[in-house]
């Protein structure tokens, strides 16, 4: 499946935003899902996932309670709504796929879209 990150942008501190991950395969329905991002110097990190129904989700301890994770499998697409930003959440953001909710890792990733939260 290849996947198609959208939404980004900058903002102020305490605005909110909704990212988009479009994908492109019959099966996308099929796949669990994730959000992670990346600011510069640091590693990748893990903020949310959902499952092939979208009936479970699992959050970082990082944005639980800011951020929410869901999906219209009938549009092929997962979102991410974040709220309450703050500067520390810069970073580029990805999505993932991945088939099964035990697996190890993501298989297919996303281009990523850049979100600047400015003081």
């Known amino acids: 499946v290849q996947l198609q990150a959208s939404g980004g942008g900058l903002v102020q501190d305490g605005a909110s935003l909704r990212l988009s991950c479009e994908g492109f395969g019959r099966t996308f329905s099929g796949y669990y899902m994730g959000w992670f991002r990346q600011a510069p110097g640091k590693e990748r990190e893990f903020l949310a996932a959902i499952s092939s129904n979208g009936r479970t989700t699992d959050y970082a301890d990082s944005v639980k309670g800011r951020f929410t994770i869901s999906r219209d499998n009938a549009k092929n697409t997962v979102y991410l709504q974040m709220n309450s930003l703050k500067p520390e959440d810069t970073a580029v953001y990805y999505c993932?796929?991945?088939?099964?909710?035990?697996?190890?890792?993501?298989?297919?990733w996303g281009q990523g879209t850049q979100v600047t939260v400015s003081s």
């Open positions: 993932a796929a991945k088939p099964f909710s035990w697996s190890s890792q993501y298989d297919y």
